[in-house]
C-alpha cells in the first residue's frame, strides 16, 4: 500500500524531519519503507512541494503510521504552535487531514484510507 503524506503549507524542513521521524519509529521498521519525494499532484491542499512516501506492508501498519504522525505532530508544537503543522495523507484519489490527530480522527483516516477501491467509502 503506497500512502504520501505531505505537511501543509511546508517548504521542505518539515518534511524532512517528518521522513526522519518515520524511519526511525521502532513500531514502523520492517513493515513501512520511507522515502522522500516531489508532490506531483494537482489541486492538493496547501502549499506542499515534498512529501513522504511510505510503502506498508498491510492495513495494520497504516494505524501505526497515523499514530506515528500523530507523535511528530505533538514533537512539532512548541516550533509550529498549537498541536503541531497539519498533515496531508493521501492515498490514490482519497486525501485526508490530520489537524487534531486525536484517536477518532486515527480511525477515521484508516477507514478512508483503507477502501480498496480509492473511494475513501470501506467495502
Known amino acids: 500500500m503506497l500512502v504520501q503524506v505531505s505537511v501543509v ?24 519503507v520511507t522515502s522522500y519525494a516531489e508532490d506531483d499532484t494537482t489541486g492538493t491542499m496547501g502549499a506542499t512541494l515534498d512529501v513522504v ?35 496531508v495523507v493521501r492515498r490514490g484519489d482519497v ?7 486525536t484517536e477518532d480522527d486515527i480511525a477515521r483516516a484508516v477507514r478512508a484510507l483503507e477502501a480498496p477501491d480509492g473511494s475513501g467509502s470501506p467495502a
Do not use: C, F, K
Not at 95 to 101: G, M
Open 9 to 32: 503549507g511546508d517548504e521542505g524542513i518539515e518534511v524532512a524531519s517528518l521522513q526522519r521521524w518515520l524511519a526511525m519509529d521502532p513500531d514502523l521498521r520492517g513493515g513501512a
Open 53 to 87: 512516501n511510505v510503502v506498508l506492508s498491510n492495513g495494520i501498519g497504516l494505524s501505526g503510521l497515523l499514530v506515528a504522525i500523530a507523535g511528530w505532530r505533538r514533537s512539532r508544537a512548541p516550533i509550529t504552535g498549537a498541536g503541531g503543522p497539519d498533515i
Open 95 to 101: 486525501e485526508v487531514v490530520l489537524s487534531e490527530a
